[in-house]
């Protein structure tokens, strides 16, 4: 059964520094999101993607935040200069041919930032 | 601001009971509704979607959807210890879910 891969599953990097998640979508999937959970806290959604281009962002996606689909495999999340409280499970959703459509989750890439 | 509300648990039940899960959202235009379960540190699985008004049945999940009175609910008949998990009612946005805190789930054999 077709699955949303995403590496690496746990990233250790240091306040500052930049941070690159991937994610491997679903094949034939055409949208594309980011969420993330800080830990004991609800999942929030980031950004979605579509047609090369974000359809919506929150308000927690701001500059230090872009994404990227650099080829016709790969979706990645870049943090440019990370903050302690960007801590966080960040996990990648795809979905197939309309926004309503059920989105299916990738396991997640756990980030800590020390 | 959109809201989806859960009670977070943990909700107890004992094994072969029916454990029942309930959701509100703030959205009265909403038309798409899931339910997923989360297993500590790790992602959100799909349990079912639901986009009409009534109840919808798979294996021992039931979902039933209320749309007039904002209201998604999910039952588990036969609950097994491996049901025991955090259960997240997602509502669809406009291009992303909105998802409650979640219910922790109990089963105890």
């Known amino acids: 059964e077709p699955e949303v891969t995403q590496t690496p599953s746990h990233q250790v990097t240091q306040m500052g520094q930049e941070v690159i998640l991937r994610c491997v979508p679903i094949s034939n999937h055409l949208y594309f999101y980011w969420y993330r959970q800080i830990l004991g806290q609800k999942v929030e959604f980031l950004v979605s993607f579509y047609n090369n281009e974000i359809s919506e962002k929150s308000e927690i996606f701001d500059d230090q935040f872009s994404v990227e689909r650099p080829d016709g495999s790969n979706f990645t999340l870049k943090i440019r200069s990370t903050k302690l409280e960007d801590s966080a499970m960040y996990f990648c959703a795809s979905n197939g041919d309309t926004p309503g459509d059920t989105q299916y989750f990738g396991p997640g890439t756990r980030l800590t930032v020390l | ?109």
Do not use: H
């Open chain 2, 1 to 109: 601001q959109k809201e989806v509300e859960q009670n977070s648990g943990p909700l107890s039940v004992p094994e072969g009971a029916i454990a029942s899960l309930n959701c509100t959202y703030s959205d009265r235009g909403s038309q798409s509704f899931f339910w997923y379960r989360q297993y500590s540190g790790k992602s959100p699985e799909l349990i079912m979607s639901i986009y009409s008004n009534g109840d919808k049945e798979d294996g021992r999940f039931t979902a039933q959807l209320n749309k007039a009175s904002q209201y998604v609910s999910l039952l588990i008949r036969d609950s097994q210890p491996s049901d025991s998990a955090t259960y997240l009612c997602a509502v669809m946005g406009t291009d992303k879910l909105i998802f409650g805190t979640g219910t922790r789930l109990q089963v105890f054999p």
